[in-house]
């Protein structure tokens, strides 16, 4: 059995799409963690279950419209992160490498993280877009995040 992780703050609007995500994705091939902002908590599941594909889903901050969403490598979170957590995603993915077969980070550019319980619309729509794709399973169409080289003046 795969594995889907929804990560994030339910009271701070859209950061609360993974969790989102979670409650709402449809198809039976993943066992669905919502597991707010504290996903080291559910590291034991993981490591006992094994899955051949462990999906992690979170806000990002990638610079790109509300909504937009990409796979995001390891090396590439410390770019991205919003810090809402307790620990570094990075950590958690070095922490369950040898329990799954693959890891897929996943990251919806948020348009606001205020105080509040509701998704934006464009973070709405973005979410209902990954989770048709997940759904399918049709992971080889996610674009990758590419960090935006900066040059120093």
Do not use: W
């Not at 795969?2 to 009271?11: A, F, Q, R, S, V």
């Not at 993974?18 to 590291?43: K, Y």
């Not at 051949?52 to 770019?79: C, N, S, V, W």
């Not at 794709?133 to 590419?146: S, Y």
């Amino acid at each position: 059995m795969d594995i889907l992780m929804g990560i994030g703050n339910t009271l701070r609007c859209d950061d609360g799409m993974g969790p989102h995500i979670a409650h709402h994705v449809q198809g039976g091939s993943f066992l669905l963690l919502d597991c707010g902002t504290a996903p080291e908590n559910f590291t034991s599941v993981v490591r006992k279950i094994r899955p051949g594909l462990l999906l992690l889903i979170d806000a990002a901050d990638m610079g790109l419209p509300a909504g937009e969403f990409r796979t995001i490598q390891k090396e590439h979170i410390k770019d991205v992160s919003i810090g809402t957590h307790t620990m570094p995603l990075s950590y958690l993915i070095d922490f369950l490498l040898d329990s799954c077969g693959k890891i897929i980070f996943i990251g919806i550019q948020p348009g606001t993280i205020a105080d509040g319980e509701s998704l934006s619309e464009e973070v709405r729509a973005g979410s209902d877009i990954l989770m048709g794709i997940i759904e399918k399973r049709a992971f080889e169409t996610l674009q990758p995040f590419v960090p935006v080289k900066r040059t120093s003046t």
